[in-house]
C-alpha cells in the first residue's frame, strides 16, 4: 500500500525512526483482532499499549526483554481469545 508506506515513511522523519523497525503486517493484524474479537475501538488503544509495552521493554534494556514480535502475538492471541468468559 503505498499511501500506506509514504505515510509510514514521514512519521519516521518527522519524529526520527527506522522505518524498517516497524512490521506493518503485524500491527495491522493485532488491531484486527482487537477489533474483531474484542470490539471496533479497541484497535487503536490496544496497538497504542503494545507500542508502549516495547517501548518500555527497550528502556528497561534488561536482559531477556521481550522482542518487538513477541509482544505483538502475546497481545494478538489474548486479543483472539477475549470473549464473554474472559471478561
Not at 500491527?27 to 483482532?33: E, F, K, S, T
Not at 518500555?56 to 522482542?67: D, K, M, N, V
Amino acid at each position: 500500500m503505498k499511501e500506506l508506506d509514504d505515510w509510514l515513511q514521514a512519521l519516521a522523519d518527522e519524529v526520527g525512526f527506522d522505518p524498517a523497525d516497524v512490521d506493518v503486517e503485524a500491527v495491522l493484524d493485532l488491531a484486527g483482532d482487537a477489533a474483531h474479537h474484542v470490539v471496533r475501538p479497541a484497535a487503536p488503544l490496544t496497538t497504542y499499549v503494545a507500542g508502549y509495552v516495547i517501548g518500555l521493554a527497550a528502556a528497561r534494556g534488561e536482559e531477556g526483554t521481550p522482542r518487538a514480535t513477541e509482544v505483538l502475538d502475546r497481545i494478538a492471541a489474548f486479543a483472539r481469545a477475549w470473549g464473554p468468559t474472559t471478561a
